[in-house]
């Protein structure tokens, strides 16, 4: 087996436990490999979104901006939102259950459709959370027609609470330039820049159809804001996949090729042998384990000639383990 179809695996027996079982049938295979990079970015995406859309095991302090106001909420939503306070201060991984009703239903949802079609609307993206960070809880659960919900940055140990609107505001400048102006020190954090050599011309205002409708067909949007020009250091491609995605794919297959190389410079070759003739594959740590950390074990057939290589993205997988058994519960 390749290395890169066994990290696939690694990899895909992890997506299969996030995606819905109707979306299985979606996922490509680790054969598709041969042809394209792009099976790498299914799996990386999805694990990328899952663990983006979640919020982590862990205590966190709320921090109010001057635009928060919840004084108008209805009494359903002032409870939700008490709720929700809780959960974020005790670190109560339930809020992260679809039953509790606090992330958007999108979020247990990744592909429309079978790997290798030419849609490029097959990713399910969450717009705010691709670009700049921002996200949304719910606070209508009793009745998602009042459409009342919570924007927030998620930080190390800290949760922004931004402001409480509705869906149009997912499409609206003010979200980001509230962000930019009431707390630039977080913004590089969340993967936000200004150019720094953009000229400045007329301002431009774009309504929040032109900019739904450039992020779903592919596009990027910049705000103007401070007579500074910002945007999303991880900008999407035409497919919807963030560069994020596609720069993780990219140190996975690097990471494997510069570790094969060191490792075939070392093994003890005759003169005569050819290269192309070595059998190099995945191996089996003493204790069954696939992977030790961010390490795999392969060995040579010929040579008898074992090694560790570190893979960096393995690193995420034990994590990944236990925020997949925290969503099952």
């Known amino acids: 087996m390749k290395i890169t179809h066994y990290i696939f695996e690694l990899l895909k027996e992890r997506v299969i ?19 394209s990079y792009i099976p790498f970015c299914d799996l990386i995406f999805i694990i990328e979104r899952f663990i983006d859309s979640k919020i982590l095991p862990k205590k966190y302090e ?3 901006s001057t635009k928060f106001a919840d004084s108008v909420l209805p009494d359903k939503a002032q409870n939700n939102l008490k709720q929700l306070k809780s959960k974020l201060t005790s670190g109560d991984v339930s809020i992260n259950k679809l039953s509790a009703g606090f992330l958007p239903k999108s979020t247990k949802n990744y592909l429309l459709d079978y790997f290798g079609t ?24 009793y009745n998602r027609n009042d459409d009342i919900l919570l924007f927030y940055v998620a930080l190390i140990d800290k949760i922004i609470f931004l ?34 050599d953009m000229p400045i011309g007329e301002k431009y205002k774009y309504s929040t159809d032109e900019i739904k409708n450039t992020w779903i067909s592919g596009g990027n949007v910049s705000f103007l804001v401070n007579k500074q020009y910002f945007t999303s250091c ?43 003739e070595l059998e190099i594959e995945p191996l089996l740590y003493e204790d ?27 690193c995420k997988l034990d994590f990944l383990d236990m925020m997949i058994k925290n969503n099952a519960l």
């Open 234 to 276: 991880n900008p999407q491609t035409l497919s919807r996949l963030n560069t994020n995605v596609v720069s993780i794919v990219q140190n996975v297959y690097y990471q494997i090729e510069e570790n094969l190389k060191q490792f075939i410079s070392q093994l003890n070759i005759a003169p005569n042998f050819v290269i192309n």
């Open 62 to 64: 709320i921090i109010y």
């Open 288 to 314: 069954n384990q696939l992977f030790h950390g961010c390490n795999i074990l392969i060995g040579e057939k010929n040579t008898k000639i074992a090694t560790e290589i570190r893979i960096d993205y393995l």
């Open 17 to 35: 436990k996030i995606v819905p079982p109707k979306e299985v049938k979606f996922l490509p295979k680790s054969t598709d490999l041969d042809k």
């Open 163 to 196: 402001k409480i609107g509705n869906h149009n505001d997912l499409y609206k400048q003010d979200l980001v330039e509230n962000l930019i102006l009431e707390f630039p020190e977080v913004i590089g954090q969340l993967g936000i820049a200004a150019y720094p």
């Open 118 to 141: 030419t849609d490029n609307k097959r990713y399910i993206v969450d717009f705010t959370n691709q670009f700049f960070g921002i996200k949304h809880f719910h606070l209508d659960s």
